[in-house]
Each structure stands twice: as C-alpha cells, then as structure tokens.
C-alpha cells in the first residue's frame, strides 16, 4: 500500500503549484483523505482534508483562501495559490484509519503516509 506525492518544486512567492497524491496496491475510495507538512525543526501539522465523499473540506487557518484540497477517485490534489515563504516544507498525503472519515485534523488518525513532496518558496 503507497501513496505516492508529487509536484512540488521551487517557487517564488506568490506562486503557485498543485500536489497530486496517487494511490496504489489498494484503493483508497471511502476514506477521508489529508495533507500535512513539515518543516525542518518543527513537528508535522495539518494543511487540508477532505471527507471520503468529498463534499467536506477544513483548513488549516493560514492557508484558508490559498489552498484548495479535491479528489477525483483515488487521486487527492492540493492546489497552492498565492505561496508564501512560510509554506516551504515537505508536504505528506495519508489515508484515515476510518472508513467513511471525515477527514480529521489529527494526524494520529491517519495511516499509510505517503512519501513527501518538497516545496520551496523563495525569491
């Protein structure tokens, strides 16, 4: 069981960039989906979530109005608009635990953490 993150990248602020999250050796349908990220020194926290049907999303209060968490099947994607210096870490996708999840703010909820992907936002 993977999931596989993928297109981060080096930006300048006010940038944008979109992080897909694929899913393989099972499917991912019916669980809530979540993007956390990590910065050097600093503990994994939460970015965005969506609810397994898709149709509840919450946000991390800094990116509220930036980024944009959607799934399409066992495809998650994290647009990023409007990047800034302070966005730059690694980003994770996870599965929760839960069938039929919401999609929880709390990392303890979730498993089968993908490898990150890196972003980093600079001028």
């Known amino acids: 069981v993977q999931l596989q993150a993928s297109g981060g990248g080096s930006v300048q602020p006010g940038d944008s960039l979109r992080l897909s999250c694929v899913a393989s050796g099972r499917t991912f349908i019916g669980y809530g989906m979540g993007w956390f990220r990590q910065a050097p020194g600093t503990e994994r926290e939460f970015v965005a979530s969506?609810?397994?049907?898709?149709?509840i999303t919450t946000y991390q209060d800094s990116v509220k109005g930036r980024f944009t968490i959607s799934r399409e099947r066992d495809t998650v994607y994290l647009q990023m608009n409007n990047l800034k210096r302070e966005d730059t870490a690694i980003y994770y996708c996870?599965?929760?635990?839960?069938?039929?999840?919401?999609?929880?703010?709390?990392?303890?909820?979730?498993?089968?953490w993908g490898q990150g992907t890196l972003v980093t936002v600079s001028s």
């Open positions: 996870a599965a929760e635990r839960a069938l039929y999840g919401r999609g929880a703010q709390n990392r303890d909820n979730y498993d089968d």
């Open positions: 969506i609810s397994w049907s898709g149709d």
